[in-house]
């Protein structure tokens, strides 16, 4: 209908306006002219003929115009219509609809099965799986915010399941992990590898590493490993992307939102106080909180970037079983990693209490992580002479002072 009237309006409208212009000039003229008869302007024959005409064309041109103005104000309406139009005929639209809808609930989930799988696999940390969980509940049910669904602090002393939670947590919620190692940007040029370089110099023709990886992935849970080791410059970096939600590509000056990403920011900084205030005040959140940020500051975290930070999560040092617990589960991929499996009740418990004991000595200086690498050291060769003899599964023992893996049974 539109085009119908913009075509009339294009070829007849001008030619409308032209006469209706000519007749009224005309008519004026007569008006002066003529002679007045009956208290009528007298006109001749071919005068009324003309001016018929142009009062026709004069009117044909104003229902011209109004029907291309009537059909220009509805063309928005008309166009939705069109569209579910399309859709009803094309496909199912109800279907289509009830997905739409399905995709929206989606960014609504269940918070308290987050927490149980979370908690499933990393131990010791419930404290950490279920406010996380809870976190991220809230802020993806919001609908409008503007900044990351999240930008989070994992404190705590190392192989307390930091970094182990952040990659969970990505599995958990189908989400991509962009793991960056921040102790690789210590200088103050690093962030080029981040943000891109600026047009002119090496290395502009690629994107950087995070502008390209939030590019492709917008929803991808950003983890920004040991923090506070890189430098200044590149933190000051992050702060558009945590308070604007967007961060700007050098090379083209893109700027790529990063409303959809989940920032997570693993530290070891001021771990010892943290613990103590940890165990002081587990059941006051708020004055946790505080003073968590004042010993961060303390320990070289920028005011800027704490005022950014949503949520600090404080990881326990792990006790006891949990030691043992850990361990087991890295004895178990370390042996994994040879293509062997650890048989069913195959750790001899001494060899775990041989960690738990170390890791008590070792307090704060040394992890699991540590200590399932020097086991590994020592039983290497044995483990690969079992995957020789054609082993699928061993067993570990403590002998004469030492750990040996036997053939499993
Ligand atoms: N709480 C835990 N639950 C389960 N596994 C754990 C836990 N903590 C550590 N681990 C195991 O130890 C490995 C190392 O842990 P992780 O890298 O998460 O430590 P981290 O806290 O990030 O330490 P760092 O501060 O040194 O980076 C993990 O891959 C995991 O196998
Ligand atoms: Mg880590």
């Known amino acids: 209908m539109t085009r119908f009237f913009n075509v009339l309006n294009r070829f007849l409208a001008p030619a409308a306006a032209i006469l209706a212009v000519v007749a009224l000039w005309r008519l004026i003229a007569s008006i002066r002219f003529s002679a007045v008869r009956d208290g009528w302007i007298a006109l001749s024959h071919r005068q009324e003929v003309i001016y018929g005409i142009s009062l026709i064309a004069l009117l044909l041109w104003i229902v011209v ?177 945590w308070n604007d939600g967007f961060i700007t590509e050098a090379s083209d000056g893109r700027q790529i939102s990063t409303t959809r990403a989940i920032f997570i920011i693993t530290t070891n900084a001021g771990m010892e106080a943290l613990d103590e205030l940890q165990s002081r005040l587990e059941n006051e959140a708020e004055e946790l909180r505080k003073v968590s940020t004042n010993v961060l500051l303390e320990n070289g975290i920028a005011p800027e970037v704490l005022s950014r930070i949503d949520r600090i999560f404080i990881f326990r040092r792990l006790h006891g079983l949990d030691v043992a617990r850990v361990t087991a589960l890295e004895i178990e991929a370390m042996i994994g990693s040879y293509g062997l499996l650890v048989r069913e009740g195959g750790i001899d418990p001494e060899v775990l209490w041989k960690f738990m004991e170390t890791q008590e000595k070792l307090a704060a200086h040394g992890s699991s992580r540590d200590l399932v690498r020097s086991i590994e050291e020592s039983i290497a060769d044995s483990l690969i002479e079992q995957k020789q003899a054609g082993q699928t599964s061993i067993s570990l023992l403590y002998k004469d002072q030492k750990i040996i893996a036997v053939a499993g049974s």
Request: include cysteine; charged fraction near 25%; glycine fraction near 10%.
């Open 65 to 241: 115009l109004l029907g291309w103005i009537h059909s220009k104000r509805t063309l928005g309406a008309t166009q939705g219509n069109k569209i579910m139009d399309i859709l009803d005929r094309l496909t199912n639209r109800q279907a289509l609809e009830a997905r739409l809808q399905q995709d929206a609930n989606s960014e609504i989930i269940d918070a308290t099965a987050l927490a149980d799988a979370l908690k499933s696999k990393v131990i010791g940390q419930d404290h950490v799986c279920d406010d996380i969980s809870a976190q991220i509940r809230r802020r993806l049910a919001l609908q409008q915010r503007g900044k990351p669904i999240g930008v989070f602090l994992f404190c705590g002393h190392p192989g307390t399941g930091k970094t182990y939670l952040a990659k969970q947590l990505a599995l958990q919620c189908r989400r991509k992990l962009l793991h960056f190692d921040m102790t690789q940007f210590a200088r103050g040029s690093g962030g080029s590898m981040l943000f891109g370089t600026p047009k002119g110099y090496v290395g502009s023709d690629s994107y950087g590493k995070l502008t390209a990886g939030l590019r492709d992935t917008p929803n991808a849970i950003v983890l920004l490993d040991e923090f506070e080791k890189a430098h200044p410059d590149v933190h000051t970096n992050f702060l558009t992307a």
